[in-house]
C-alpha cells in the first residue's frame, strides 16, 4: 500500500516534473499488480496540461487517456492471468 | 630484429616525451585558426544586423512597419517533460495573450498560442506531429507544404526538378521573411518524382528559458 501511494506520488510529479517516458513507465508498472484508477487520472491530465492537436484521432488531444486506459484495461485482464494478487485491496 | 624492436621503443619512447607538446602546438594552431573564424562571423553577423535594420528602415519609409509589440515569457514546461511538442508559458490573458498569436525566439517563429488561460498559456510548436507550415525554400522561393516530425524536425516534398541544395534557406512567407531554419538534408530516389527536403528548427528547445509572444 506505501509503495503504491510512493509510486503515484512519484507518478504526478513526473507529470509536472519529468520527461514523459517516465510517466508512461510509473503508468505501466502501476497498472500491472493493482487496479489504478489513479493512472487514468494521470492520462487526462497528460492531456489537458500538454495536449495539441492529433490530426490521427480526429484533432483530439487524448492520446495518453487513450495509452493509459489501456494499460488499466491490460492490467486488469493479465492480472488473474499472471496470478498477480492486488495487494492493495 | 632487435634493432627494429629497438627503434620502435626509442620511436614511442620519443612519442611519448614529445607527443604533449605536439598536441599543444596542434592545440594552438586550432585556437588561433577559431579566433580567426569566430571574428569573421562576428562582421559577418554585424554586417547582418546593420542589414536588418536597414531593411527595416525601408519598410517602415513605405509605410509596412514591421515593429511589434510583444510580450515575454517564461517557458513552465518544455519537450520532454511535454510530449506533445508543445510549451506552457507563464503569460496568459492578462498579459494581453490571445488564441493564435505567434510565439518567437530571437526572429525565429517557433510555434503559436493553442490555449489561453489567465496567466498561462499552451504553444503548439510549428513541429508538432502532423502541423502544417506553408514554408519558402530556397532562394527561388519554391512554395511548399512543411509538416512537423516532432522535436523541431520538419519534413517537406517539392518536384525533384527544383534545385535545391543542403544549407539552403527555410522562409516563412510575410513580408518580415522571418527564416524557419536551413535544409539538412535532402532524399531523392531516382525512381521518384518528388524530393523529400528535411530541415529543422535552429532552436534547442531542451534549453529554452525565455520566449517572446507577438500580441
Known amino acids: 500500500m506505501i509503495l503504491r501511494l510512493f509510486l503515484s506520488l512519484l507518478f504526478f510529479a513526473s507529470i509536472l516534473f519529468f520527461p514523459w517516458w517516465l510517466s508512461v513507465f510509473l503508468a505501466l508498472v502501476l497498472s500491472i499488480p493493482h487496479d ?41 485482464y493479465l492480472r488473474p492471468r499472471l496470478r498477480i494478487r492486488d495487494k492493495s485491496v | 630484429m632487435p634493432f627494429e624492436r629497438g627503434g620502435s621503443f626509442v620511436r614511442s619512447g620519443l612519442w611519448n616525451v614529445f607527443g604533449p607538446f605536439r598536441l599543444k ?30 531593411n527595416d528602415e525601408l519598410k517602415a519609409m513605405l509605410g509596412r512597419s514591421v515593429g511589434k509589440q510583444t510580450v515575454v515569457a517564461a517557458v513552465l514546461a518544455k519537450p520532454p517533460v511535454s510530449p506533445y511538442d508543445t510549451l506552457l508559458i507563464d503569460a496568459g490573458e492578462k498579459q494581453g495573450v490571445s488564441l493564435g498569436n505567434d510565439v518567437r525566439v530571437s526572429t525565429f517563429r517557433i510555434g503559436r498560442v493553442e490555449a489561453v488561460f489567465p496567466h498561462e498559456a499552451k504553444v503548439v510548436l510549428l513541429s508538432a506531429p502532423g502541423e502544417t507550415t506553408t514554408v519558402f525554400l530556397g532562394e527561388a522561393r519554391v512554395q511548399a507544404t512543411a509538416v512537423g516530425r516532432g522535436g523541431g524536425n520538419f519534413e517537406t516534398e517539392v518536384p525533384r526538378d527544383v534545385a535545391l541544395a543542403v544549407g539552403d534557406p527555410v522562409l516563412l512567407p510575410g513580408i518580415e521573411h522571418a527564416m524557419l531554419g536551413a535544409i539538412d538534408e535532402i532524399q531523392v530516389r531516382p525512381t521518384d518524382s518528388l524530393q523529400k527536403v528535411l ?13 517572446e509572444v507577438v500580441l
Open chain 1, 36 to 76: 489504478a484508477y489513479e493512472v487514468l487520472l494521470g492520462g487526462v491530465l497528460m492531456d489537458a496540461l500538454y495536449g495539441a492537436p492529433v490530426p490521427a484521432l480526429f484533432d483530439l488531444p487524448i492520446i495518453f487517456t487513450l495509452l493509459f486506459a489501456a494499460f488499466f484495461f491490460a492490467g486488469a
Open chain 2, 25 to 54: 602546438s596542434s592545440l594552438q594552431k586550432e585556437n588561433e585558426m577559431l579566433r580567426r573564424s569566430l571574428a569573421a562571423q562576428s562582421l559577418e553577423l554585424l554586417s547582418h544586423r546593420n542589414t536588418v535594420r536597414e
Open chain 2, 199 to 211: 530541415f529543422r528548427l535552429p532552436v534547442n528547445f531542451f534549453q529554452l528559458d525565455l520566449v
